[in-house]
């Protein structure tokens, strides 16, 4: 009798080893549910210029990089846009809409930056540069996020 008790008790041992491999194999690792997770938001987060509302004034004639896609995500928004215009005209034309910006000409190129931050958190920031941007153009970069305040 003694020996009909341990091998029903190793058989429901078995049973219950083998059920928790199955549900223990059939679940994704984290570092899958990460990969999948992270490829779902890439896909929400890359948009086109003409979608991504930034809430800045679009310089006339600009196009979007090719190379770098806008990011729209809950807390950030970012564009590139690319212009053969003179980096003077483009300071000149956004300074009128936004404010001064702070310029900086280096010996690789010329920068300026503007940036704005409201008292509930919200960050605007515009860059336009020759460093950051194909020969013989000028890049404008868009940002406008939430500082986590």
Known sequence: MVSGKIWIGSIAAILMLSLFMMIGCSEKTTEE????????????????????DIGFPIYPGT??????PPINTPHMKNIKLL???SFEEVVAWYSK???????????????ALWSKETDD?????????????????????????KTGR
């Open 33 to 52: 549910k990460n990969a999948e997770d992270l490829s779902k938001q890439l896909s929400i987060e890359t948009t086109t210029a003409d979608n991504l």
């Open 63 to 68: 196009e979007q990089d090719p190379d770098q």
């Open 83 to 85: 212009t053969s215009d």
């Open 97 to 111: 809409e936004l404010g001064e910006f702070d310029v900086d000409h280096q010996e690789k190129g010329s920068q």
């Open 121 to 145: 958190g919200i960050f605007q920031a515009a860059t336009i540069t020759t460093i950051f941007a194909p020969a013989g153009k000028v890049a404008i970069i868009l940002v406008k996020g």
